[in-house]
């Protein structure tokens, strides 16, 4: 029997500190053990999950056949679930006023030099055009914690402009939202703006290191921040996203924590994390990474690739911290959803900043534009998707988990996303990206099994080359 309570809503007793250490051991003990090992694989053939400790000794395994194994499962898992769809989106950064003092980003109140900036409605409408005249349909808006310069206000007024803009067939239909922890009252106010998945990345789940790297502000409170995600919930929020910022603590340490996180959430609330994050600490403004624990690439695509068996039906997430080539690693291993095109400054989309005047929150890696990435996502075999369907027809939650779970959510993702391509090609494509997609809209209707699905899904991508346009299933 593990030592934690999963339905317990205390941070302390969900995210026990000594049954981390207590997997983490067990792991490291059997490394090599092939028997056991092999008990775990053959379990997560099934495709239903594996436990935090389970993920811990898969993470641990030094055994080599067994390391293919798991990279194998993990393509396999994600093929199942998700297919060759890669969701699209890109973050607004809506201010960078903070009130924090966390050491890993230059956000944080010491840092004198950094610019500070917030958008005003009317600069948020530029953005927003700027971002709708690239393809997106679907944002995650970002915002230090400041409650004089960031009130929630503030954030709701901006949720409103961003959905109301139309620019030539622009639209943003999803609008995500990355702000501090805050009050059940708050997220019920969040809920009603018609936000799609609020996400809070943990950054570490150890307390200790915890309470290092955020010496004061109000993100300081461990047990306030890592029960947000309950709060959300019973504020009526269906799609929570989480995550960590791997390099801050242990990254052993910090995969257990995340696991227990979406055990936690599936146990109190049938529901576990809509998304998966998975950023890796970076160069930024007045941040010193080699402070910190920076991990290899391989030790980072192995990490993905258990996230992915312990958490089969959980979308996953990378960003433009990471370089192509090991974006390119993940999505094969795990990751369902990916930023392109991304600025991590304050107005960055409109003009961009004099080095002067960085504004950044991190430096972003990958610095292609949306095009070369839906590019280069049709020439390796991907299908760019910029769907929003679910979350407009109220399958959120444990209805999309439902059918997630029962192998039928293909039957609404898989044409939408080809619905959504096509208007991308036919709104926003050079020449050459446009002839390759009309290639794999072929192909891919054919792949829809469905008789019926696959004829209604021909005829929407008829009449969106006819001009019309936001079909779904």
């Not at 594996?50 to 898969?58: G, K, M, P, V, Y």
């Not at 409605?121 to 709708?132: K, P, R, S, Y």
């Not at 929003?388 to 192998?407: I, N, P, S, V, W």
């Amino acid at each position: 029997m593990y030592e934690y309570n999963p339905k317990s809503g205390i941070a302390d007793e969900f995210i026990n500190d000594k049954e981390i250490l207590a997997s983490l051991a067990y792991a490291k003990e059997n490394r090599k053990n092939k028997e056991l090992i092999d008990a775990v694989l053959q379990k997560a053939h099934k495709r239903k999950g594996i436990s935090h400790r389970e993920a811990a000794l898969l993470l641990a395994c030094e055994l080599e056949e067994e390391n293919q194994e798991i990279a194998r499962l993990a393509r396999e898992i994600k093929e199942h679930f998700y297919g060759n769809r890669i969701v699209m989106f890109a973050p607004l950064y809506l201010s960078n006023y903070c009130v924090n003092d966390c050491v890993y980003c230059p956000y944080h109140r010491r840092n004198q030099h950094i610019a500070r900036k917030k958008l005003t409605q009317q600069e948020i409408e530029q953005e927003v055009i700027a971002l709708q005249d690239m393809g997106h349909k679907r944002l995650a808006i970002e915002a230090g914690e400041d409650p004089l310069h960031n009130p929630l206000e503030y954030i709701l007024e901006s949720i409103e402009t961003i959905y109301r803009i139309r620019h030539k067939n622009g639209a943003i239909r999803r609008v995500n939202v990355n702000i501090a922890a805050t009050s059940v009252e708050d997220y019920r106010k969040l809920k009603e703006a018609g936000i799609g998945t609020y996400i809070l990345f943990q950054e570490t789940y150890h307390k200790g290191a915890y309470r290092q790297l955020h010496p004061s502000g109000p993100k300081s409170d461990y047990n306030y921040h890592t029960e947000a995600m309950d709060r959300a919930m019973e504020a009526g929020i269906d799609d929570v996203g989480c995550g960590v910022l791997f390099g801050l603590d242990k990254y052993q340490y910090e995969l257990v924590g995340l696991i227990m996180h979406a055990e936690h959430l599936e146990a109190r609330f049938g529901v576990g994390p809509h998304t998966i994050s998975v950023p890796r600490v970076c160069p930024a403004d007045d941040v010193n990474p080699e402070a910190l624990n920076a991990i290899p690439d391989e030790i980072f695509e192995k990490i993905v690739a258990v996230i992915r068996i312990a958490v089969p039906y959980t979308g996953m997430i990378v960003s433009t911290r990471e370089t192509k080539e090991v974006r390119e690693k993940v999505l094969a291993l795990g990751v369902s959803q990916m930023s392109g095109g991304s600025r991590t400054s304050v107005g960055g989309y409109v003009n961009e900043e004099p080095e002067e005047e960085n504004s950044a929150q991190f430096e972003v890696t990958d610095r292609r534009s949306l095009s070369e990435v839906v590019d280069w996502l049709l020439d390796i075999g991907y299908i760019p998707s910029f769907c929003t369907a679910c979350y407009r027809e109220g399958r959120t939650g444990d209805r999309f988990m439902q059918l997630l779970k029962a192998g039928q959510i293909a039957n609404c993702c898989q044409p939408n996303a080809l619905m959504t391509l096509k208007e991308y090609l036919e709104d926003y494509a050079s020449e050459d990206t446009k002839r390759k997609g009309e290639k794999v809209l072929f192909n891919e209707l054919e792949r829809i099994e469905n008789p019926i699905v696959k004829e209604k899904t021909r005829e929407y991508i008829k009449g969106i080359g006819e001009g019309k346009r936001d079909f779904r299933f």
